[in-house]
């Protein structure tokens, strides 16, 4: 592949409504918000960047998420980095709740600290709702 092919690859993908992706600074100030975040989230990059990640987090989430957060900007480390999913739930622009699972990709300068973070997310709730039915019924309720 050549560095022009891998650099369309590059801008595809990020580009692409299949996922969505975003990426936010050191403080959580989401940077990048491609068309799939649009499509998840309800918010247009316009209204997503440069705003908090609270935007898209739930409230009662919030005081663990900022907690973790803060703790890989400064180590560098998280246990979901080497491509684990993470199972949470999230806001959309509406006020509705929704289901993810996302993965993040850590960026960091040359000397290692960390710059930011990305997440490649995508929206479960159809999946969650139907394990839920399912499990109420095995149940008997």
């Known amino acids: 592949m050549t560095e022009e092919e891998l650099r369309q690859l590059g801008l595809a993908l990020l580009n692409s409504p299949a996922e969505a992706i975003a990426y936010s600074d050191r403080e959580g100030i989401i940077r990048f918000w491609n068309a799939g975040a649009e499509r998840v ?36 480390v998280s246990r979901y980095g080497s491509g ?7 806001t959309r622009k509406d006020g509705s709740r929704i289901s993810v699972e996302f993965t993040i ?18 929206d ?17 309720r």
């Not at 479960?124 to 039915?133: G, I, P, W, Y």
């Open 41 to 76: 989230f309800g918010f247009t990059a316009d209204e997503a960047i440069g705003q908090s990640l609270d935007i898209i987090i739930p409230e009662r989430q919030r005081p663990r998420h900022w907690e973790g957060y803060d703790e890989v900007m400064k180590s560098g």
């Open 84 to 90: 684990d999913l993470l199972s949470v739930p999230a």
């Open 105 to 122: 990709v850590p960026l960091k300068d040359a000397s290692g600290a960390m710059l930011g973070m990305a997440a490649v997310m995508r």
């Open 124 to 140: 479960v709730s159809a999946r969650f709702e139907e394990l839920k039915t399912l499990r109420r019924q095995a149940a008997g």
